[in-house]
Structure formats: C-alpha cells, structure tokens
C-alpha cells in the first residue's frame, strides 16, 4: 500500500481502530492527542512530539532505536546487518507507512535517553509494557506475549525454581542491567530480605550471563525465555524455572507522540495479512503469557549519550580495508556527545563481545579512558592501539562508550578489517617501548608445540599478560616473570603495562600456528577458580573432540592425570602458595594439541571468590 492511500485509510479508520483496541485493553495508554505533557523531571527542553508524524512524513524516514544483543529479537548476521523478529516487524510496520526504515544500534542502557532527546522515533528491542513505564513512554499495541527463563548450569543439583518460595539465601543470581529482572530481583528478593544484595550480580547482556554460568561464578540466571532457548541450544546449562513473571511487548514513543495512532494501525493491519504470522514463523517458537507490571528506577540528573560522527582512519563505509597479519594499525573515529552529561574522567570506550563473533575481533584493545572533559555538544576524536589478528579473514570488532560506573551508552561503533589470505605472515618484531621487555622464543610453531614469553619492566603500577579474547583485568603477572603457553591455534599474546603517571602501554607478540587439520581439537580447558588461597581448591575441567587416543594433564611440568578422558573434571587443592601451570596434552592419529593456563594460590586466606558486585547506575526509563 502507497503511502497516500494509507493516511487516506487512516482518516476514516483510526479512531474506530483505537477505540476498538482501548476497548479490547491492548492499548498501553489513551491516544497520544489526549494525554497530558509529562512533568519534566530532567531539566531538559521538552521535544514537542505533536509534530512527530508530520516530520517523519517530511523527510520519509522511520528512525529506531534498539540493542543488537538479544537474539531473536534483535542480532547481528553473518553480514554484520542487525536482522531478528523486531527489526523485520519494524520494517514491515515502515512498508505499511510508506517509510524508509532506519536501524540504530545503541547500547540497551542508553536507549531512553535516545528517544528522549529525539535521537530516535521509537524503541523496538523487545521491551515490557507496563503501568509505571507509561508514566514516562507512550506504548504502542502489545506485539508480543513474553515471558522469562531461570536458567542453571547442567551440572546444578538444583532441578526447580519457585521464584516466589525458594530460599535465595546462598544462591548467585545473575540479572541484566536495567531489566525488569534487575528490579523484580531487588524489590521482591533483596528488599524484602529473602537474598543478601551482594548476591545479585549485574551484566552488560545476556551472553556475559551464560558466560559466568558456565564459570560457575553464579548459580542462577534470569532472562528473557526466547534468548535463553538459544544458549540452551548450545548446551552446558538446564532450565530450572520459567513464565513466573509473564510480560507482553511493546513499542515505545515519546510522550504524546502523534506517531502513535500510525503505528498502532501499520501493527494492526501487519497483523491481519499475514506478515506477523509469517515473522513469527520465521524467528520465534515460543507461547507466552501476559506480564505484571514492575517498578522503574529514579530518573537521573541528566542523560548521556553519544553519536557516531565520521570514520578518521580505516574508513570501512564503502570497502573494508586489508591490514596484514599481525599488523600494528590505529583505528580512530569522531564522535559527538549529544546527550545532557558531561563526560567526566573515568569515563571509556570499551569492547563488545558480541555473540558468535570471534574473540579475536577485539584486535588486543583495551578499554580507551578519557583523559579530558567532553561536554555536551562537543566532538571527540577517540584513538585505539589495535594488532590485525594473524587468522586470514574478516574481522569486525564492536565497541561502545561507558560511563564511570561502567554503564554503556549511545550508539555502537566499530572497526572492520581483512586479514588478507596468502602465505605464512612475516610477523612483524615488536616496537619496544621505553622501559618495556617483551620477548617470546618463537613466533612460528605447529600444532602442538608451546612458546616461552618473557617480560622485565620496572617502576610501574601493575602488569598484566594475556591473549586474544581474554580479560587483562584478570591476568595480572610479576613485573619481571615469564610464562610458557601452547596456543591450538593462531593468536596474539599482549603485555598490558600501566605506568605510574596514570598511562598504558600494551605490547603484541602474534604467535602462527602450522595447524594440522586432523588433530585432535580442545574445546576448553578452564580452572575455577583461577585465584585461590592456600588449602582451598581449584576445579580443571576440559573437553577434546575429534579423533583422540590419549589425553595426558600436567602441572608444572609433571604428569597430573596420564590417561586422562577425553572430557573429564578433577579438583586439585593446593597447600603450597605460588603460580602454577596446567598443561593438556590430547594426542589423536592426525597429531597432538596442547593447550595451558595459570593458576595463582595465594598464601593469606582469600573470601569465595564471587565476582565484585556490581552497583549500576540509573537509567532514564528501564526496558529490556
């Protein structure tokens, strides 16, 4: 349908249409022509969103907003084009209108602020309708029914989670920042004292959840019931619980928004087709039920956001840019603080580790921290220190502002990357920076064989070394050590040194590694915890796949478990403080696999070692 013959429809239809509907209790709220302005609490200029249709009609474009990390509602594809049920209803919705669609991609935090400073149309990124939300969005018709998954590590002896009996005493329960989870958890659970509040453990997204579920540094984990589906496809966790908290979702727009009535006939009419059945066929495969509504945070003193503004190097708008392997290159972008806050020291731009991306996308970056004041209205050119990974391929690593409590914000940007295909890379020598040591014994091995690293630097803060994918935070080291390291695969190894006038400097040693393709493959080998205290115990746990013969664990150079499965768990309790290493060894018809990591025993008695609970910042409006 043309645009033209729509508002033509819309004129004679849309008040019956909404009068059905609020009538039928779909409606979040009464047309947008009779609702009241909201109370301004955030000292802002109130956007008029009367003239919201009339300025989309103008310029023919339909801008929203959403969160690229809750598959499969909203995910990035092969393609690097954000795709999912919310995205194609959205365009579907826009098609009804006559609109061009606009996708923006922003972190789950900063999406109110967004649409509150008129950064965006609307949010589609499967948020809950509820009452108190109302207060300070405008919901469209509901969408879709949800509701939520409680979900445990496969080896839990917990079976069944009744989130209204169970004792949450001593159990870790894992939320996403800003989610209605987050709140219910701390008004029904901390509140009311039927959890301690340092057991609540918030995270950046959902896949950082099953990450710490599968660590085991926590028991319990509270999402949306779709998404989890997905983890639970790839296997190591269980559901212990679901649909206790049941919502239905919704489109937001600003207060008032002459958009709304458009939107709700476009979904209604979507609806009556065909294209919503067929959406749903396409991306989702779950029956949920309706949702009670949640409380929703104070509003804060102002908003932050930020705005990508222009690629400075390895501009990747029209072509992506080959850079050799093992490559140092700095990728650099101007960007526009267009929110309310001033951006503070302490404030960074960090990595995004988005599902099913490669870790060594993130190219040894690390967080980049503002070193001066960006206020409102002004750009800032932001610089990053990056490696080209030694693996042939494309890479795109995402990255996204945060504030000093680390509460990401405004939109994602990123870096993209060839590693071009040829012959084995001439790795290049590392630059040695001043007072920095930083050597390896090879750089080239097969499959197998292992690399001796050695590092001596002097009067700094601190010293970390670790590889692709990994966190430095958690990989502290000696300022003058080394460490020996059997990479199944080719990777890059960094030295992260900050100094004591408050800068970093990170050294990349790639390391290429001859794989043979018929050896066996190491899925994982973890230690949990790998920071402990003398007498208490670690948890090695690994699993090999492919054709294997023998497998063979080690510490320190001696055999730990000879004849070891191929899959297997065994705890070692160490008396003894200092640093040791843990090697296996897998061996199969087609070659042998090794693979290390590092234990660290301390020798005063340390707390459970439970992540630091993190305190979140307060977002504008929760959505999740």
């Not at 954000?82 to 999406?111: H, R, S, T």
């Not at 609307?122 to 509901?142: G, N």
């Not at 029956?287 to 190097?313: G, H, I, N």
């Not at 209205?377 to 610089?383: F, V």
Request: hydrophobic letters at 40%; charged letters at 15%; aromatic letters at 8%.
């Amino acid at each position: 349908m043309r645009r033209a013959s729509l508002i033509v429809l819309l004129s004679i239809v849309a008040v019956a249409v909404v009068a059905a509907l609020t009538t039928a209790g779909l409606l979040a709220a009464p047309p947008a022509q009779e609702q009241p302005a909201p109370a301004d609490m955030l000292g802002l200029s109130p956007i008029d969103s009367s003239g919201d249709w009339e300025r989309i009609q103008a310029t023919g474009v339909l801008t929203i907003g959403t969160s690229a990390f809750s598959p499969p509602f909203a995910f990035y594809d092969p393609a690097f084009e954000i795709d999912g049920f919310d995205v194609a209803l959205m365009q579907a919705v826009a098609d009804k209108l006559g609109l061009e669609l606009a996708v923006v991609d922003y972190a789950f935090e900063g999406l109110p602020a967004a649409l509150q400073l008129g950064n965006i149309d609307a949010i589609a990124a499967a948020l809950t309708e509820t009452a108190e939300r109302a207060k300070v969005v405008d919901f469209s018709m509901p969408y879709y029914l949800s509701a939520e998954a409680i979900l445990a590590p496969a080896t839990s002896p917990i079976d069944d989670i009744d989130l209204y009996k169970q004792d949450f005493t001593n159990l870790r329960v894992g939320v996403q920042r800003g989610t209605i989870y987050e709140l219910w958890v701390k008004q029904f659970l901390i509140d009311s004292g039927r959890m301690p509040a340092a057991n609540l453990q918030g995270f950046a997204k959902e896949a950082d959840i099953v990450q710490a579920l599968q660590q085991g540094r926590v028991d319990l984990g509270l999402m949306d019931l779709l998404p989890a589906q997905e983890y639970l496809r790839d296997g190591g966790l269980k559901s212990v619980g679901e649909a206790q908290l049941a919502q239905q979702y919704a489109i937001a727009v600003r207060k008032g928004s002459s958009l709304l009535p458009y939107l709700n006939l476009a979904l209604t009419q979507v609806k009556q087709d065909g294209t919503y059945d067929a959406l749903v066929q396409k991306y989702l495969s779950a029956d949920e039920q309706p949702v009670p509504p949640t409380p929703v945070p104070p509003a804060p003193a102002c908003l932050d956001s930020m705005a990508y503004v222009a690629d400075l190097t390895y501009d990747d708008t029209l072509a992506i840019p080959f850079v050799p392997a093992g490559q140092p290159f700095v990728k650099s972008w101007r960007v526009l603080n267009n929110g309310t806050c001033t951006w503070k020291k302490g404030y960074a731009l960090t990595y995004v580790a988005l599902p099913g991306i490669p870790a060594a996308s993130q190219m040894g970056g690390v967080p980049l921290v503002l070193t001066a004041d960006v206020a409102p209205g002004q750009t800032a050119d932001l610089a990053l220190n990056l490696v080209a990974p030694v693996q042939p391929g494309q890479y795109t690593g995402t990255w996204q502002m945060t504030d000093a409590a680390g509460q990401p914000f405004g939109q994602r940007i990123w870096v993209r990357i060839q590693v071009p295909m040829g012959p084995q890379p001439v790795i290049p020598t590392p630059t040695p920076a001043q007072g920095i040591n930083f050597t390896a014994d090879r750089t080239t091995i097969r499959a197998g064989e292992c690399v001796n690293f050695r590092w001596d630097v002097t009067n700094v803060m601190a010293v970390f070394f670790y590889r692709d994918g990994q966190d430095f935070r958690q990989h502290g080291v000696a300022g003058q050590s080394g460490q020996r390291e059997c990479p199944p695969r080719s990777t890059t190894y960094y030295l992260h040194v900050d100094k004591r006038d408050g800068t970093s400097v990170v050294s990349a040693i790639p390391i290429y590694v001859q794989a043979d393709p018929d050896a066996p493959v190491i899925q994982y080998f973890t230690a949990n915890p790998p920071r402990l205290s003398t007498g208490q115990c670690t948890t090695i746990a690994w699993q090999v796949i492919g054709q294997v013969t023998g497998v063979t664990v080690k510490r320190d150079g001696r055999n730990w478990w000879d004849g070891a499965p191929a899959s297997g768990t065994q705890q070692d309790c160490i008396s003894r403080a200092g640093t040791y290493t843990y090697e296996i060894e897998a061996r199969g018809p087609g070659g042998k696999t090794k693979q290390t990591l590092t234990v660290i025993v301390g020798s005063q008695p340390a707390p459970t070692p439970t992540p630091t609970p993190f305190t979140p910042a307060p977002v504008p409006a929760v959505i999740d």
